[in-house]
């Protein structure tokens, strides 16, 4: 293959990714949430019984045109599937099977079943056909959510934690399905009479789901209930703040190697040692803007400042001028350090990520690192004197 070819695939792998932050990749998003959205319409309106003729043949030839374009997505996706072990391009029948047979590259062909099925000339139509295309479709839509892979490392971080909720919950049932039925299998033989029935009416009452098709009637069955539900609402505040933890911890980790990523961007933490600059990384958060959003407005109270890692803003000076900031560049220092509101409104000019350092950790960072809060005082500095000296040139017009 040729380089332009194997660039044409590298930038199309790129665009294709899920979590592609491009303008490529989020029009293909888009697109593809788009024709996954008028596709699983199609196939949900098409279950209903009684459509006008007309109005079936539109839905058939929708289906048609997402199915196809989802074959036409499988292929793309299996050729450019070797751009994932890119440094090693002869084995690129391996990286397609590897793609093939990973979690995504199997729900994307059980997602061509439709098309094969039509390509078949298998008549599409009848609730059958439509629950088939739709279970079939709907597991891609799953693909576009980023949180699926953090869920995954969430629960293997706190399998231990999880797994101790589990046998919590499987003894409480337990006891309490055991204890159901030696109290109220005499009263109510077909509900009680089993320990599976009694199982049955214990979990539905630890889930707090409580169908009510069974009931306890003596004294101890009804104790044993109370217990068990409140004993349920225990498990699922247990289990709910271990995932909550779990997804914060996890949240942070990401948050801090996206930062640490983006921090060498700045020049001025190009002098601090990895010491220093841990502490300030983990203050750090990163924020994407679109263009021609107004990050800080003039007059607003200031509870941060930003440094720009790529893209531009435009600040726009009390007197009518302009200047812009690139990457590299920061702003929203000058109300931290003089407690006054905002100087300027700024706004994003392109697609921008900034690092955003709040208030009150600049003020404990300025405190133990006063070369960077120097290097900041020096810099606002010369703003204020050139925002000054504009406003003299102006006035004397
Ligand atoms: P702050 O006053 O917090 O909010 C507006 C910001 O615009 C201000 O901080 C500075 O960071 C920035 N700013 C103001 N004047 C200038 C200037 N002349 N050049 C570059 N940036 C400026």
Request: proline share 5%; aromatic share 8%; net charge positive.
């Amino acid at each position: 293959m040729t380089d332009k070819a194997f660039t044409l695939r590298a930038r199309i792998y790129a665009a294709l990714r899920y979590s592609d932050n491009s303008t490529a990749g989020r029009r293909w998003q888009s697109f593809h949430l788009t024709a996954l959205a008028v596709g699983l319409l199609a196939v949900i309106v098409l279950s209903v019984e009684g459509l006008p003729e007309e109005i079936t043949h539109a839905l058939r030839i929708i289906i048609w045109i997402v199915s196809m374009v989802f074959l036409a997505e499988y292929l793309v996706r299996l050729w450019v599937a070797p751009e994932a072990s890119r440094f090693d391009r002869r084995r690129s029948a391996v990286a397609r099977l590897r793609w093939a047979m990973s979690i995504p590259g199997l729900i994307d062909l059980l997602a061509i079943a439709p098309a094969a099925m039509l390509a078949s000339g298998y008549g599409i139509g009848g609730p059958d056909t439509t629950s088939v295309f739709c279970i079939l479709w709907i597991l891609k839509v799953g693909l576009h959510a980023p949180a699926f892979g953090t869920l995954v490392r969430v629960v293997s971080n706190e399998r231990a934690p999880l797994t101790s909720i589990l046998i919590l919950f499987g003894i409480v049932l337990m006891l309490a399905a055991t204890g159901a039925h030696m109290l109220e299998r005499v009263r109510q033989p077909d509900q009680f009479g089993s320990l599976p029935g009694a199982m049955w009416w214990a979990v539905v009452t630890l889930t707090t789901t409580g169908y009510g098709d069974v009931v306890p009637v003596t004294l101890g069955g009804r104790v044993i209930g109370s217990i068990l539900m409140i004993c349920g609402i225990a498990v699922l505040a247990l289990m709910t703040g271990v995932l909550a933890t779990g997804f914060a911890q996890e949240e942070r980790r990401r948050e801090y190697l996206r930062v640490w990523d983006q921090v060498s961007r700045v020049p001025i933490f190009g002098s601090l040692g990895v010491v220093t600059l841990s502490e300030i990384v983990g203050k750090l958060r990163t924020r994407h803007y679109p263009p021609r959003i107004t990050v800080v407005r003039q007059g607003d109270p200031g509870d941060s400042m930003f440094f720009i890692t790529s893209g531009e803003v435009e600040v726009r000076l009390p007197n009518g001028g302009t200047v812009r900031l690139n990457d590299g560049a920061f702003f929203g220092e000058m109300s931290l350090l003089d407690r006054q509101p905002r100087a300027a409104s700024v706004a994003t000019t392109r697609p921008t990520t900034l690092l955003v350092l709040y208030a009150s950790d600049f003020y404990e960072i300025a405190s133990h690192i006063p070369a960077l809060a120097e290097a900041v005082e020096v810099e606002a500095r010369r703003r204020r004197e050139e925002n000054l000296a504009r406003q003299v040139a102006e006035s004397k017009r």
